[in-house]
């Protein structure tokens, strides 16, 4: 852009198309008006690297695309956990699980129970699911299509909805 104040409101006049972008990424209100403030910022302070007559709006949702992935890639970076232990005992720990509280462990018993009423064609890739297993290995273990699991998955996880609608 040619000058200052004409760069600022440009910067300024996308932060509607900022916002709505950045909730599509994050899903998450709060971490979408971090996500704008950190790509508005980004972007008036590299300023010397637009280039004139390039796509304005485009270079704006590049920034707030490349800060998200890069916070996404920190955060899980933060949150993977190495274990040192000879035995790697850790690795199959979780760090929170619902069960925890009172209220977690009867929703876990319960829904452990509604699931035992599933057919076994359902109930056994579903468990191995929220296992932790991946489809493909579910489908090697049980000897299933690649496909047929995923869809046993998603209606077994669709009828727990039903089933639990009112649970809230």
């Given at each position: 852009?040619?000058?200052?104040?004409?760069?600022?409101?440009?910067?300024?006049?996308?932060?509607?198309?900022?916002?709505?972008?950045?909730?599509?990424?994050?899903?998450?209100?709060?971490?979408?008006?971090?996500?704008?403030?950190?790509?508005?910022l980004?972007?008036?302070?590299?300023?010397?690297?637009?280039?004139?007559?390039?796509?304005?709006?485009?270079?704006?949702?590049?920034?707030?695309?490349?800060?998200?992935?890069?916070?996404?890639?920190?955060?899980?970076?933060?949150?993977?956990?190495?274990d040192?232990s000879?035995d790697?005992?850790?690795?199959?720990?979780?760090?929170?699980?619902?069960?925890?509280?009172?209220?977690?462990?009867?929703?876990?018993?319960e829904?452990?129970?509604?699931?035992?009423?599933?057919?076994?064609?359902?109930?056994?890739?579903?468990?191995?699911?929220?296992?932790?297993?991946?489809?493909?290995?579910?489908?090697?273990?049980?000897?299933?299509?690649?496909?047929?699991?995923?869809?046993?998955?998603?209606f077994?996880?669709?009828?727990?909805?039903?089933?639990?609608?009112?649970?809230?």
């Open positions: 852009m040619s000058s200052k104040p004409t760069f600022i409101s440009s910067v300024l006049g996308m932060q509607p198309n900022l916002r709505s972008f950045a909730l599509k990424l994050t899903l998450n209100k709060d971490e979408a008006h971090d996500l704008v403030q950190d790509t508005t980004k972007a008036l302070s590299n300023e010397d690297k637009f280039v004139d007559n390039a796509n304005f709006k485009g270079w704006m949702l590049t920034i707030m695309r490349n800060i998200f992935i890069n916070n996404y890639r920190k955060n899980v970076r933060e949150n993977t956990m190495v040192t000879d790697l005992y850790q690795l199959n720990l979780t760090q929170e699980t619902v069960s925890d509280t009172p209220d977690g462990a009867y929703a876990v018993n829904i452990s129970e509604i699931l035992k009423g599933f057919p076994a064609d359902y109930r056994e890739p579903f468990s191995l699911h929220v296992a932790g297993y991946k489809y493909e290995e579910i489908a090697e273990v049980l000897s299933m299509p690649l496909g047929t699991v995923k869809s046993r998955i998603f077994t996880r669709k009828r727990l909805r039903e089933i639990l609608k009112d649970y809230r």
